[in-house]
């Protein structure tokens, strides 16, 4: 899928000097790799993958130093003919007039940065990794529970965010109220943060908006979280069968990753941040082998065995 992104933006959020922008004020991308064009200043286009950023460091600008100004301006004009969406020299390397040139004709934006070749294509990467990711938002209420993000789900005024008040005096931190933005960021892991618009704030009905920030201090909130658990509010029903002993764990998919999906019914006396929790810690010892409900069956099979009549117990 290509996305465009802002070249200002790109330059601000690496801490890139802009040597030339044009009338560009966007680059269209579909993946985070790069391209170091070493053939491709000699030359051979072949394969050239265009519609990468480019990237060019003390290597290339030697090279480009060392070709006559006839050899140079072809080269250049060539090379900048394909519909790059940027170029990006690291250690601030003085790139020559024709490189110049040939970017201002074809509107081809050249930024600098002073990071090593090395650092610059990795920060490059992990930045546009996380901005081409797939998302997805999703209405519910995403906090940090013992280190498990646990996304809370249901119907308006089920309790969600006065569950999520409740964990935060509980010492657990907020992520996303109300709108969870939601990014793959790598396959089968799902992060979710908050709008900024929105960011660390509660809506609590009958009170309005808290800002969990300043009212609890800054270890009350996160910026991201892993989506381990999702767990949705709805009220109970008394002819519903739920989920009583944990040997059969549902699962719901958002960007066709499966996650575990808890449904826990709300009435009166429940206390659903305690629930919650006790869902983060369940999670955790699952994570390191250990299931009750397997432990609960094992029991049970073993009680069953020790029932029957010797010359009938398998060894």
Known sequence: ??????????????????????????????????????????????????????????????????????????????????????????????????????ARKNDVPILDSPLTTTKIMHKTMTYL?????????????????????????????????????????RGHRLVADDVVQIRMVEEGKLVGSSPEVLRYLLEIRGLGIIDVRNMYGIGAVIHDKSIDIVMQFEPWQPDRQYERLGLREETISILDVKVPYIVTPVMPGRNLA?????????????????????????RMMGELHLLQPPDKREP
Do not use: W
């Open 1 to 102: 899928m290509i996305r465009t992104l802002p070249v200002r933006e790109f330059a601000k959020a690496l801490d890139l000097n802009i040597l030339h922008m044009g009338k560009r004020e966007y680059m269209e991308l579909h993946t985070s790799d790069i391209n170091r064009p070493g053939l491709q200043l000699t030359g051979f286009f072949e394969l050239f993958v265009f519609d990468r950023v480019q990237i060019m460091g003390p290597v290339e600008m030697a090279y480009l130093k060392r070709l006559d100004k006839q050899k140079l301006k072809e080269t250049m004009e060539r090379y900048f003919s394909y519909p790059i969406p940027c170029v990006l020299i690291s250690r601030q390397q003085i790139p020559p007039g024709e490189m110049m040139e040939a």
């Open 129 to 169: 990794d996380n901005y081409l990711a797939p998302q997805a938002t999703r209405h519910g209420v995403l906090m940090d529970i013992y280190g498990v993000g646990i996304m809370l789900t249901g119907e308006s005024g089920i309790g969600k965010s006065e569950t999520a008040l409740e964990l935060v005096k």
């Open 274 to 298: 305690i629930i919650a929790e006790v869902a983060a810690m369940n999670f955790r010892l699952k994570k390191i082998g250990y299931s009750t409900a397997a432990e609960l069956d094992r």
